[in-house]
């Protein structure tokens, strides 16, 4: 039985995926920052554990808890959306903390054990927003744009111990708590000369068009399974359409 760890299991895209492994008859370890919020139930093959991938002793933590494990998938993150002069600085530092070192360090954590077993799958969570550039999303493009690049030389440099790395490229994904968050941060990230762009972003904005949760399952679950799948996954008709136009 394999056993695949999860990070940012509370809702979303997260918690969907770590039912649907489980499903498929694997061991999951689901990790997020609150597991009392969880809506998942412990059971024979499912633990649900703290990580905040923010905190290194946390990811320490986690890494003696777990041991090894077949699949590692960095799922975790936050967004924000506004015009760069909106933007805290508190808020960049808080996303690339998760977005960016959060995936770094817990990979990191785990590479000795990949390793000495001979094999692993990483799986990285994206965005396919980082294909073609569009306006207040200058620092969740920055930091999952980060992601991309360290995936592809990371997939390199692992291939040597047997060890494959992908990439998942959603697309926008339909109202999620991961959205609603987004919106809290960008609160007074809109200033009034940019009043307009925004107005023109979310007039253009197609519904019909978006990813769903089974789509980014799928590549998740393809990146997991099958060693011939390609190291970037498009995850959904959006992800699929910017992918055209890059």
Known sequence: MKTILITGCSSGFGFE???????KGWRVIATMRNPADSLLQESQRLRILSLDVSDISSIENIVELTGPIDVLVNNAGIGVMGALEGITTNAIHDV?????????NLTKAFL?????????????????ITLVPLPLLSVYTASKAAINAFTESLAIELEQFNVRVNLVLPGRAPATRFGENSKSRMATA???????????????????????????????WQAANNSGSPMKILAGKDAKSLAKNS
């Not at 995926?17 to 499903?23: D, G, I, K, Q, R």
């Not at 690339?96 to 770094?104: C, E, K, P, Q």
């Not at 000795?112 to 396919?128: D, H, Y």
């Not at 000369?193 to 590549?219: C, G, K, L, M």
């Open 96 to 104: 690339f903390a998760v977005n960016v070192l959060g995936t770094i």
């Open 17 to 23: 995926t770590a039912n649907y492994f489980l499903s």
């Open 112 to 128: 000795p054990l990949f390793r000495a077993q001979k094999s692993g799958v990483i799986i990285n969570v994206s965005s396919a």
């Open 190 to 220: 809109i200033p009034q000369p940019y009043t307009a762009i925004a107005q023109s972003v979310f007039n253009n904005r197609d519904d019909n068009s978006i990813t769903h949760t089974e789509d980014v399952i799928n590549a998740i």
